[in-house]
């Protein structure tokens, strides 16, 4: 049984119960980023996996545009370290604006 149908039957359910397999796919793709970030440095980062993480998280930012194209950009630099650290750059400025919210 899928997470989705799982909530389905929670009772009393309300916003709240609505709003919790949202919030796990959310954090779900933060996890997949941080892993992605960790990861720079010894394997290609540039994944359809991490551009579907990262297009969940900044989709309702007011700001979202700009930290995925930051993002994007940083995922093809050329040396792993610099890449590494602007992911990591990128990814801190994510995390502010996304706040509570994950």
């Known amino acids: 049984m899928d997470r989705i ?8 359910g309300g916003d709240w ?3 919790i397999a949202p ?5 779900a793709a933060l996890r997949h980023l941080r892993q992605t970030v960790a990861l720079s440095e010894e394997e ?4 359809g ?3 579907a993480a990262l297009g969940l998280l900044t989709a309702a930012l007011p ?7 930051a993002f ?3 995922l093809v630099i050329p040396h792993p370290g610099l890449r590494r ?3 990591a750059r990128v990814l801190g400025n994510l995390e502010s604006a996304l706040g509570a919210e994950v």
């Open 5 to 12: 149908s799982q909530l389905s039957n929670v009772a009393f």
């Open 17 to 19: 119960s609505e709003e």
């Open 23 to 27: 919030r796990e796919a959310r954090q």
């Open 44 to 47: 290609d980062p540039a994944t």
């Open 49 to 51: 996996d991490t551009r």
């Open 63 to 69: 700001k979202g545009a700009l930290l995925r194209e």
């Open 72 to 74: 994007e950009r940083a």
């Open 85 to 87: 650290a602007e992911l």
